[in-house]
């Protein structure tokens, strides 16, 4: 067993995170294990509870390690990470990542556009627009939720929508309607997860969350879609490459 170093200039509770974490990365403890308490940690490493407790109060900080009220600390689950530097498919990141992604179809409607799809889909204020809201979720972990906006007067029949549970959003619109999706864009930006999405997504409100915002665009930089997601922060993280 790795042991403190108490003359060291690096503090106590910092040398027990690295061996918390080294644990962790060497798959002595892995995603979602119940690691020892602050008291068990304190015992073993001859240190304080308070240093025990600092540690363990850093890497949860960190997203490293969650609490259970009443039931102890336990190892998070590695993030979803995507790349920003270019298009991508949520189905296929997670199936890149040996993970079996699904979506639940939550609705599927005809409603007017308010102010904001239809600037977005540059078409007029109450103008018919598809709403397919979908929950997206990995090995039945719910990951995002997501609500795309599509112009009615370029799809014609709705009905060839119910197949998006199995099939990719942007083949069945290249597929079905000839509409083919070459280039979007993406802002994000933080926010707390609401009541009814926590329900859906099954964490607490007030859980921090990413707003994701893209239109995408055809051929001729037409919008095809809107799309806004509530993409759950403890679960997923964007990156990009600068050069």
Same mark, same amino acid.
């Given at each position: 067993?790795?042991?403190?170093?108490?003359?060291? %200039?690096?503090?106590?509770?910092?040398?027990?995170?690295?061996?918390?974490?080294?644990?962790?990365?060497?798959?002595?403890?892995?995603?979602?294990?119940?690691?020892?308490?602050?008291?068990?940690?304190?015992?073993?490493?001859?240190?304080? &509870?308070?240093?025990?407790?600092? =540690?363990?109060?850093?890497?949860?900080?960190?997203?490293?390690?969650?609490?259970?009220?009443?039931?102890?600390? %336990?190892?998070?689950?590695?993030?979803?990470?995507?790349?920003?530097?270019?298009?991508?498919?949520?189905?296929?990141?997670?199936?890149?990542?040996?993970?079996?992604?699904?979506?639940?179809?939550?609705?599927?409607?005809?409603?007017? =556009?308010?102010?904001?799809?239809?600037?977005?889909?540059?078409?007029?204020?109450?103008?018919?627009?598809?709403?397919?809201?979908?929950?997206?979720?990995?090995?039945?972990?719910?990951?995002? *939720?997501?609500?795309?906006?599509?112009?009615?007067? &370029?799809?014609?029949?709705?009905?060839?929508?119910?197949?998006?549970?199995?099939?990719?959003?942007?083949?069945?619109?290249?597929?079905?309607?000839?509409? %083919?999706?070459?280039?979007?864009?993406?802002?994000?930006?933080?926010? *707390?997860?609401?009541?009814?999405?926590?329900?859906?997504?099954?964490?607490?409100?007030?859980?921090?969350?990413?707003?994701?915002? &893209?239109? =995408? %665009?055809?051929?001729?930089?037409?919008?095809?879609?809107?799309?806004?997601?509530?993409?759950?922060?403890?679960?997923? &993280?964007?990156?990009?490459?600068?050069?």
């Amino acid at each position: 067993m790795k042991k403190l170093d108490p003359t060291s %200039f690096v503090p106590l509770y910092h040398q027990l995170k690295e061996i918390i974490v080294e644990n962790i990365e060497n798959n002595v403890w892995n995603p979602d294990d119940k690691i020892p308490s602050e008291h068990q940690l304190s015992a073993q490493y001859e240190v304080s &509870r308070n240093t025990a407790k600092k =540690a363990i109060e850093d890497l949860v900080q960190d997203g490293i390690l969650y609490r259970v009220q009443g039931t102890g600390t %336990f190892v998070t689950r590695p993030k979803i990470e995507q790349s920003l530097s270019g298009f991508y498919s949520f189905s296929q990141v997670l199936k890149e990542k040996g993970l079996n992604p699904k979506d639940l179809i939550l609705k599927i409607s005809i409603e007017a =556009a308010t102010q904001k799809v239809a600037k977005a889909l540059q078409i007029p204020r109450d103008a018919e627009v598809i709403v397919l809201q979908r929950l997206r979720c990995a090995n039945e972990e719910p990951i995002i *939720l997501e609500s795309s906006y599509l112009p009615k007067n &370029r799809i014609e029949n709705i009905e060839k929508m119910n197949t998006v549970g199995e099939t990719p959003l942007y083949d069945i619109l290249a597929n079905e309607y000839q509409l %083919f999706v070459t280039s979007a864009k993406e802002t994000f930006e933080p926010v *707390l997860i609401r009541e009814y999405e926590g329900n859906l997504l099954k964490v607490k409100e007030g859980s921090p969350a990413l707003l994701l915002e &893209r239109v =995408a %665009f055809d051929r001729q930089r037409v919008p095809v879609e809107y799309c806004k997601s509530i993409v759950r922060g403890d679960r997923c &993280r964007f990156y990009t490459e600068l050069i």
